[in-house]
């Protein structure tokens, strides 16, 4: 099993800066791939990035130039960056951990952007 936990939202005015952490726990050398989604009220989870195994890092383009993945092996843990946040970026933000034969989900924190 993978457990992840995932801290650092909050409450932030437009244009500022928050960092995402994800510790990931238990069978942490299973981890494919790890990374980043986002659900806006009422819609379905999107992804943000992911990083896998070998340290290549996939965002998605409209968020490439503010949002930023990153990896700590040694604390098994996965940074998002986030910076210049827009209230459209307001969201629950998700951890998520792909295995061979499983995924795991973090149990997501709230960003909100006041404008």
């Known amino acids: 099993q993978v457990q992840l936990l995932e801290s650092g939202g909050g409450l932030v005015q437009a244009g500022g800066s928050l960092t995402l952490s994800c510790v990931a726990s238990g069978k942490t050398s299973e981890i494919d791939v790890i990374g980043w989604y986002r659900q806006f009220l009422g819609k379905q989870r999107e992804l943000v990035a992911i990083i896998d195994r070998g340290g290549t890092t996939t965002t998605i383009d409209s968020l490439k130039d503010r949002f930023t993945i990153s990896r700590d092996n040694a604390k098994n843990t996965v940074y998002l960056q986030m910076k210049n946040l827009k209230p459209e970026d307001t969201a629950v933000y998700y951890c998520?951990?792909?295995?061979?034969?499983?995924?795991?989900w973090g149990q997501g924190t709230q960003v909100t952007v006041s404008s």
């Open positions: 998520h951990a792909r295995r061979q034969f499983a995924q795991t």
